[in-house]
């Protein structure tokens, strides 16, 4: 079974400062990839995704990850984090070919504090 | 246009009771999929929807059981509810389905059943 490791369980950053979340999976065959945002009192959103090509993939509000096979890793940066990036980061991943449907198996979530 | 709805959105049951919960998808989208979320496990996959069909189920007991109408509004239940039952019911709806892997669920805000 595919699982998912987001080695950072709490983050607390200043505003301005880098991020990156790391991101590893089990799987060895092809994978969709995906980074997706918990904000306070809000739902689950896309922040980016991969399916194949480029392996660095742009999202929303200036997030980034890049895919690299050889180290099953799919890692979110920011170069300037705000305060509002304040939330809670998901990776997940599904089987990228017939029989993977919709079923995400997710990794256990970090935490991100930006503090003013 | 219309996201993902759930409801309701929130709900107190005791032991023993059983709850069903319903997800519209947005407009257009055949596959729903369900998840549990819990401080504890995390985001985890109930089962997947596509054309009133299941086609992939988690790890679950048989007491969480689903299924999805032609509308492909879709409604899972939880029988002889447990403590443990206690999550945010996440559903996300999708627009490719059967064969694809290409998939990018979009996410309701959830059901937060509270088990006493």
């Known amino acids: 079974a595919q699982s998912v490791s987001q080695h950072n369980h709490h983050v607390i950053l200043s505003e301005a400062a880098s991020l990156e979340l790391g991101c590893n999976y089990s799987?060895?065959?092809?994978?969709?990839l995906f980074w997706y945002v918990q904000y306070p009192g809000q739902h689950l959103q896309l922040l980016l995704k991969y399916f194949s090509g480029d392996p660095l993939v742009k999202g929303i509000k200036g997030f980034e990850a890049e895919f690299i096979k050889s180290k099953f890793s799919f890692n979110l940066r920011k170069p300037s984090v705000q305060w509002s990036d304040t939330a809670e980061y998901f990776c997940a991943v599904s089987r990228g070919v017939t029989g993977g449907g919709n079923k995400l198996t997710f990794g256990t979530g970090t935490q991100l504090k930006v503090e003013l | 246009k219309a996201g993902v709805t759930q409801t309701p959105r929130y709900l107190i049951k005791t032991r023993g009771q059983q709850v069903t919960l319903s997800c519209s998808p947005i407009s257009g989208h055949r596959s729903v999929s369900w998840y549990q979320q819990t401080p504890g496990q995390g985001l985890q996959f109930l089962f997947e929807?596509?054309?009133?069909?299941?086609?992939n189920k988690g790890n679950f007991p048989g007491r969480f059981s689903g299924r999805q109408f032609s509308n492909s509004r879709s409604e899972m239940n939880v029988s002889t509810l447990e403590l443990g039952d206690s999550a945010l019911y996440l559903c996300?709806?999708?627009?490719?389905?059967?064969?694809?892997?290409?998939?990018?669920?979009?996410f309701g805000a959830g059901s937060r059943l509270t088990v006493l």
């Open positions: 996300a709806s999708s627009l490719l389905g059967q064969g694809s892997g290409a998939n990018v669920l979009t």
């Open positions: 799987y060895g065959g092809t994978v969709n």
């Open positions: 929807y596509f054309s009133e069909t299941q086609r």
